[in-house]
């Protein structure tokens, strides 16, 4: 049994060989290039910008990956600053799917890179197992809880800031109608939808929010028919919490305002300020939720040798790891903006309690 | 026939494929308004020659004259251009477009941007009427029969301007009557100038309707003849290269006790249309009974009634003395029924198999072919094996697909397997259909063994002449009925047309 | 000796392998426009594959679903059938495994194990029966029940996980007991997730020939698949072997699931989509000319690259985007396999040529 196990895994191997072949020649003869060399060059950056720190730092996104316009983009974004700053090397792994975040994590890890961020809840599972497997490896987690001595767990607190882009759309709507749409029904889009819906109710009783589920966050065909269902329905405002797939949203929303819809439709942006992305005309105001900082803070922590291994940080309104955005003023009234100023010290002072669950 | 240039000349033709030559140096003259047969064996090199002549090969030596200039076809649209058009075999028809729309299918009439049917419906109108062909241009090809799908096939050349019409086999697939209307319709077009090759290996037709015969075999013109100056049994020799005889040698049948009896027996379709209409027919042992009747009149669900392959709603079907009706085919092929199915592709074979896997079809799970649930692949094959030799199927080998083996050998195939299975009946359904002179008469002298073993025979054919000679008793069906027997030395082709056409009680004496 | 030349001269041989080389070839001219060292990525890729025991391990563990799926969808297709419900029956058959394992975990592991993989096997074979007695009965296209099919397990699935065996807070089921799991050799793999599923997935592959081609049942099920007239002609019932068939190939599916649960992640994540295993399926049944051994190389072919492409994302740098046109590329050409015997004809010519000589 053993034998033929051993027989069957070098012919996969001599298999694997025969395709290595196949793949390294031919170019090889034609390109006539050296096979060593330019590996870096291309997602590491520019490594002579500066030399203050030749830290390694790796990424593994979920499976929206780095040009979700969302939270891994933003936390890439976040790299590649500090890259630009102090010229650490940075790389990132997208993953394909769930079964993928164990094998990326471990090929930052074992290639003995100095600090392997997993970004998403979903990742949480693949850390806590990569992390106990290396108890010498650094790790760092977005949006989940990771009980590891090794793994700083970075949450946000995202019912709060939901609940003051609520007020704004509590303020603003004119149908009265607003739509929520989440990409999974997870613990974490659950904190944006009761945050918001919260939000909205403090602000204006009559308003009614919808709530929907894309059922993906890769989606935009599904974000932009869902977004086309709520707004056919009275809906004025949408704030989508379903990363690539509100893309859709927006796409929906710009087109009704083109076409001169009889109301003028809104979407709040999630993550970062996506009125950057998608403009004024459309995004009313922004949940952010800054990725970057704690991203940037904790590398730095690293690069500075203060890594704290299992703390926990939940970022508040208070650390202004959730808000909104300065461009907000573009859309917004000051008495709006006073009203949302005036619920955020409510809520930092602990005279409103924002529901999570 | 005029003896000035001839319309198409075809000199010195060769075409090679790897392993074999198709063509070898055949020479033909076709004039202006001649029928000129091409007449030769499956296989013989007909298709492959007029293929070239269509444009859908290049002769790798040899030259092609129209009208007296040569002229390299290289492509089916330049053929068209030179006024070449040809009657495929196997129609290739858009079923739910309608007459009119098929046949300018690729060379619209415009008006502005819009297709002008008006116009199109009308000089189809035209067409029909000049060439006698009486088809409705604004039929569906899904509604009309297969002898009317000829004709829009016909007229789709004579759209493109053909003067030069190609048939290949065009006969294969017709009734009698569409037979006879197509023969009409084949003297029209050379009354009105055009000119027609026509291949086919139906004696028959040829000497019915030719001006001359060019005889091919393997690849070589064995002859050209004028038609009034033969005679069919000339024309099968050089065709097969021995002498053949037509007339079936059969000695008095030996006739013994009922084997099949259908009493009754009525089938009706899902929307109510009454298919078999209290049928009776007796089949004895040592006798060989044939159906006759005009296809759609209750052929296929006869036989698919016997075999099991459909429900009847009443009635009883009994074979040796057993009542079989409505069980399974297993059941019923278990009890002694052979069955050599209408459509071979379609029923009797599976192509993709391989000859051996075919020969035990119906025997798969019996023993030796079988042991416990595990296929005995040795058994499979020696069966294969002494079959391939008894019954003179020519295959590369028993591991070779049946797909690419001619219909012949198909159909030899299958009749071993049905035979070997030794079957108190035999069902033989259009058993010849496509076959050449050759291949008809070993299939006929299959037949009449089995009958002369004491077996009963039921042969279904549209082929009047093969009901008259191979059967002992002529039953006729009629719109799902039996309505009349006849014994085939004391009735002819007329009285037998007159009762397939239901008029049986004016023309012939009905025996019982 | 003669045998075997004659079997890697044929055209099953030399067309995939060709077909192989071409879409590499391919692959390398995308990466070239795209400014990327071809000749890197693709030894990055064979590094990332067989590099270390860790990683060889996991793509053995990308590779098996695929094996199962890909049989799936070829054991349908040889009975005639198009199975393109393979995700659901591998979402029914994860399900069902998962339950039984959190519901007896008081069991012993010899007891346990087998079980949960036989309720696997069964559910998926079962769900797939579903569309196969609708084929027989019913007449319905088994494309438009399998589809549809894929919807209902998916939502059926997280009903169960999400009702009954949900970890609090988390979006998946709980963890099954060390008792239900059947991961080996694991430490020669550097705790890579390999898992005795790899071993049943190679069984199976051998079921499937000595089943199709060495029984009864076996040359019923291909005489249906490539003539039911004829089948039903000869005497066999034709909708029994279509429900058969479906069973059988719902039980490869469904085994899929039960391994990548008891396998590989321990616990059922609450799927937001639909999986893909069996979609990938799809693509290693027609790689691999739906024949079982042809299935198992494809879907190695086809692990491979999945799990090697994130070796070019991590060593050469080459953008996930671009990986995927060049996975795409290589499976092109094995699919259109006309293109690859167009390339060929001049070679095929002399060859032929000579041997009339």
């Known amino acids: 049994m053993k034998k033929t196990l051993k027989l069957s895994l070098v012919m996969l191997l001599a298999f694997t060989m025969i395709l290595a072949g196949c793949g390294n020649n031919k170019p090889a003869n034609n390109s006539g290039s050296s096979t060593e060399g330019g590996s870096t060059e291309a997602s590491s950056g520019d490594n002579t910008a500066s030399t203050k720190s030749n830290a390694k730092i790796g990424l593994v996104t979920d499976i929206g990956g780095v040009n979700d316009k969302s939270f891994n983009q933003s936390a890439w974004e976040a790299l590649e600053a500090l890259n630009s700053e102090s010229g650490i090397e940075h790389k990132y792994l997208q993953s394909g799917s769930s079964a993928d975040y164990i094998p990326n994590l471990n090929q930052f890890v074992q290639g003995g890179y100095d600090l392997t961020w997993a970004i998403g809840f979903d990742l949480g599972d693949a850390t806590k197992q990569v992390a106990d497997a290396n108890p010498n490896a650094k790790l760092a987690i977005i949006d989940s809880v990771v009980d590891a001595p090794n793994v700083q767990s970075v949450t946000f607190a995202e019912n709060e800031g939901s609940f003051l882009v609520g007020v704004v759309a509590g303020l603003t709507t004119k149908t009265n109608k607003i739509g929520f749409i989440g990409g999974a029904e997870s613990p974490v889009i659950k904190r944006f939808e009761v945050g918001f819906i919260a939000g909205v109710k403090a602000a204006n009783p009559d308003a009614t929010v919808t709530p929907t589920y894309a059922g993906a966050y890769d989606k935009p065909d599904i974000g932009k028919s869902l977004a086309s269902q709520l707004y056919d329905s009275g809906a004025d405002i949408i704030f989508p919490a379903a990363g690539q797939t509100g893309n859709g949203v927006f796409n929906e929303a710009t087109a009704r305002n083109k076409a001169g819809g009889a109301t003028k439709v809104w979407v709040i942006g999630v993550d970062k300020d996506q009125s950057l992305e998608f403009g004024d005309e459309v995004t009313l105001t922004s949940m952010m939720k800054r990725v970057d900082v704690a991203v940037k803070t904790i590398t730095q922590e690293v690069i500075d040798g203060k890594f704290e291994g299992g703390k926990i940080t939940t970022l508040t309104l208070k650390d202004d790891g959730v808000g909104l955005p300065e461009t907000s003023k573009a859309n917004l009234s000051q008495e709006v903006l006073d009203k949302v100023e005036e619920y955020k010290q409510k809520i930092i002072s602990g005279e409103i309690t924002v529901p999570a669950e | 026939m005029s003896a000035s240039t001839p319309v198409v000349e075809l000199k010195q033709i060769t075409k090679r494929f790897p392993g074999i030559v198709a063509n070898d140096s055949i020479s033909l003259t076709l004039h202006k308004g001649e029928i000129h047969a091409l007449l030769g064996e499956n296989g013989a090199g007909k298709s492959t020659l007029m293929n070239i002549l269509f444009g859908l090969y290049q002769p790798d030596e040899g030259s092609i004259e129209i009208g007296g200039k040569p002229v390299k076809i290289d492509n089916p649209n330049k053929a068209i251009k030179l006024g070449i058009g040809m009657v495929h075999q196997h129609f290739k028809l858009v079923q739910p477009f309608t007459v009119t729309e098929n046949i300018i299918l690729g060379m619209e009439p415009k008006k502005g941007v819009n297709i002008d049917y008006k116009s199109a419906s009308a000089q189809v109108a035209k067409l029909s009427e000049q060439y006698g062909l009486r088809v409705n241009p604004d039929d569906k090809i899904q509604d009309i029969s297969v002898g009317m799908q000829q004709r829009v096939e016909i007229m789709k050349t004579l759209f493109r301007g053909a003067d030069i019409l190609i048939f290949d086999e065009p006969t294969a697939v017709l009734t009698p009557q569409e037979i006879e209307e197509l023969m009409a319709i084949m003297r029209r077009l050379v009354a009105e100038g055009k000119s027609i090759i026509l291949i086919t290996h139906k004696l028959k037709e040829i000497m019915e309707i030719s001006d001359r015969v060019t005889i091919i075999r393997r690849g070589k013109v064995i002859d050209t003849v004028d038609t009034d100056k033969t005679n069919p049994n000339e024309l099968a020799e050089k065709m097969v290269g021995r002498s053949v005889s037509f007339e079936i040698d059969k000695t008095e049948p030996n006739i013994g006790p009922a084997i099949l009896q259908l009493n009754d027996v009525k089938m009706t379709s899902k929307d109510g249309v009454a298919l078999l209409n209290g049928l009776n027919l007796e089949v004895k042992a040592g006798e060989i009974v044939g159906i006759a009747g005009v296809d759609g009149n209750g052929q296929t669900e006869l036989i698919e009634a016997i075999t099991g392959l459909r429900k009847i709603d009443s009635g009883s079907i009994k074979a040796g003395g057993k009542e079989i009706a409505n069980l399974s085919a297993r059941k019923i092929a278990e009890s002694g029924v052979g069955h050599i199915p209408e459509d071979r592709h379609k029923h009797g074979l599976v192509l993709d198999f391989s000859v051996s896997e075919n020969l035990v079809l119906k025997t798969y799970y019996q023993a030796p072919y079988s042991k416990g649930s595990f296929l005995n692949r040795n058994a499979i094959d020696e069966h294969a094996q002494e079959l391939v030799g008894k019954y003179d199927v020519r295959t590369p080998g028993i591991e070779t697909k049946v797909r690419s083996m001619s219909g012949g050998n198909q159909q030899k195939a299958i009749i071993a397997r049905e035979i070997e299975m030794n079957p108190e009946l035999l069902i033989a359904a259009q058993p010849t259909r496509g076959l050449d002179v050759g291949a008809i008469e070993s299939v006929h002298r299959q037949l009449i063994e089995q009958r002369d073993m004491g077996k009963a025979v039921l042969l279904v054919s549209f082929e009047l002449q093969e009901i008259m000679n191979v059967s002992d008793r002529i039953a006729v069906i009629f719109e799902g009925r039996i309505v009349g027997e006849v014994l085939p030395q004391n009735t002819n082709d007329q009285e037998l047309g007159l009762m397939m056409a239901g008029c049986w009680d004016q023309g012939g004496q009905p025996v019982e | ?357």
């Open chain 3, 1 to 357: 000796m003669n045998k075997w030349r004659k079997i890697f001269l044929s055209d099953n041989i030399i067309v995939p392998l060709v077909a192989i080389l071409l879409g590499l070839l391919v692959g390398a001219a995308v990466m070239l426009i795209g400014g990327y060292n071809p000749i890197d990525a693709y030894r990055f890729l064979i590094k990332r594959v067989v590099g270390t025991p860790y990683d060889f391990g996991e793509t053995i563990r990308q590779i098996t679903p695929l094996i199962f799926t890909g049989l799936s969808v070829a054991f349908a297709f040889r009975s005639g059938l198009f199975n393109i419900g393979a995700d659901g029956q591998v979402l029914i058959g994860m399900t069902a495994s998962t339950a039984v394992a959190l519901s007896w975990s008081g069991l012993p592991s010899w007891l346990l194990v087998p079980l949960s993989v036989i309720a696997g096997g069964l559910a998926g074979g079962l769900w797939a029966s579903i569309a196969g007695y609708l084929k027989a009965k019913r007449g319905i296209n088994e494309v438009i029940t399998t589809i549809m099919l894929n919807w209902t397990a998916l939502y059926f699935s997280n009903y169960v996980i999400r009702h009954f065996y949900l970890l609090k807070g988390q979006n998946r089921s709980e963890d099954i007991g060390a008792s239900a799991t059947m991961t080996f050799l694991g430490s020669t793999f550097s705790n890579a997730r390999v898992h005795w599923g790899t071993v049943i997935a190679l069984l199976a592959a051998v079921f499937f020939f000595v089943y199709l081609w060495k029984t009864k049942q076996g040359y019923e099920m291909r005489a249906v698949g490539l003539n039911s007239k004829a089948a039903e002609y000869a005497g066999m019932n034709v909708g029994t072997n279509v429900v058969k068939a479906m069973f059988i190939s719902g039980v490869f599916a469904g085994l899929a699931g039960t391994f990548e649960v008891i396998g590989v992640f321990h616990y059922q994540s609450v799927f937001a989509a639909s999986p893909g295993y069996g979609f990938d399926g799809i693509a290693v049944a027609l790689l691999g000319m739906n024949h079982p051994f042809g299935v198992v190389l494809s879907a190695i072919l086809y692990g491979v690259l999945t799990y090697g492409s994130a070796g070019m994302s991590f060593g050469a740098g080459v953008p996930p985007e671009l990986i995927k046109i060049v996975i795409g590329s290589i499976i092109f050409f094995i699919a259109a396999q006309g293109i690859v015997r167009f390339v060929l004809k001049p070679f095929y010519l002399k060859r032929k040529k000579e041997k009339v000589m």
